[in-house]
């Protein structure tokens, strides 16, 4: 968000009128954001499963949240986005703007911070306890 805020005011005040600008972050698919996520947090990746599996599990869970009356954990609309892979280029954007994505470990790692810092996250593993210890950035 920081990177995407920048960016906007870029564009106020050197944007070209009519120009689309494309702010792309990193190319991942989704076991790969994933994968790195957990690592960082220290935990194991999810277990991959059959795409026909996932739906009907995610269907069981809709069915069985709606008869408890609360919210999905996992929805089909969730399974069916994270088969997805969009690339998408911010060249035009680095270009005329000067705009620049900081690295993905970087803002995971400042993310899990912040829901760290709120209770939103519980340090269970060693490497979320040394994120919950290191300081914040600026």
């Known amino acids: 968000m920081r990177d995407v805020a920048r960016a906007h005011a870029e564009a106020l005040l050197r944007g070209r009128a009519g120009a689309v ?5 990193h190319n991942l698919t989704t076991t790969e954001l994933v994968t790195r996520v957990c690592g960082l947090a220290g935990v ?10 996932a739906l009907a599990l995610a269907s069981a869970e809709e069915i069985t949240a709606g008869l408890q009356k609360r919210t999905p954990h996992l929805t089909r609309d969730l399974v069916k986005v994270s088969a997805l892979y969009t690339w998408t280029s911010a060249e035009r954007a680095r270009a005329e703007l000067g705009y ?35 300081p914040s950035p600026a």
């Open 21 to 25: 600008y494309t702010l792309a972050g």
């Open 44 to 53: 194991a990746p999810p277990r991959r499963m059959p795409y026909s599996a």
């Open 100 to 134: 620049e994505v900081r690295p993905f470990e970087e803002t995971v790692r400042d993310t899990l911070r912040w829901a760290l810092a709120r209770g939103k996250l519980a340090p269970d593993t060693e490497a979320l306890r040394a994120l919950a210890a290191s």
